[in-house]
């Protein structure tokens, strides 16, 4: 196994519609060969009471607002992604697609603004080239997030 | 929290913030590239080695209030929001920790016009 690459970023959403399956926000990879791998991922809810779902995107959709990680979010500050990995936020003017069932749940969130939860997945979630990781609100409850994600490559 | 070192870096392990009012706040943690000027400052010594053998090499020091800010670098690392409760917070942990080159810091700070609030702070590292 080569030297990995760890990164992180961190952003908050603008409020979603209130539609069941809206997105919060997602990490992209925009790369065309190469994948990344998601460890981690947080999140803190500002408004809004109900649970919020992680699962695989095939498109990107658009995005209200879109941050950019550089060399400042590698965890050792020595190069910036070369994936060009993207944190996009709500509010979508056109949701990502999404692929399969969701993968896991934000359920200490669903109840309570402010409430704040971590998931960390192990050996990682394996985010082909082209694709994505998204998180959508799971019922018709107009809500803003803050999300960070961790992910290696 | 900031390393003044010259050349020797420092790798962060934790990030423990709690609240001690009960206000709602958007913690977030973002690399420094200037110290800014600081009105408080735990600076560690001794003691504060797991197994008090040594000072740290590094000089770093925890800063905790400002007359001028520090210079924020490049996008946040992570974001959270804490309710309005006191005691509320949040640890960071970071299994391969966050390097923090000589000269630079790394910092708790409101990426939102959200009044940061008082909280208990604790930063890990190793050197």
Redesign the interface.
Known sequence: MGTVCRYSVGGLSAITAATANSPVGALWNPHATKSITVVDATLGKTTGQTAVYAGRITTRGTPGSTITPDIDNDWQRLIAPISGALLDLAAYSVGPTLAGPDMWRFMASQNVAGNVEEVWLGDGVMIPAGTGLGFFITTAVATTVELSVVWDE | MWNPHATMDLTVDEVHWFHTVGT?D?P????TTTRGTQTLTVTPDIDNHDERLLAHITGAVLDLTYSAQPTI?????????????VA?G?IWV?P????I?AGTGLAIAT??AVVLQPADITFVWHE
């Open positions: 709602v958007n977030g943690l973002v690399r670098a490049g996008p946040y690392l992570q974001r959270i929001n804490l309710p309005a409760a509320s949040f970071f391969l920790g966050i390097r080159p990426p939102v």
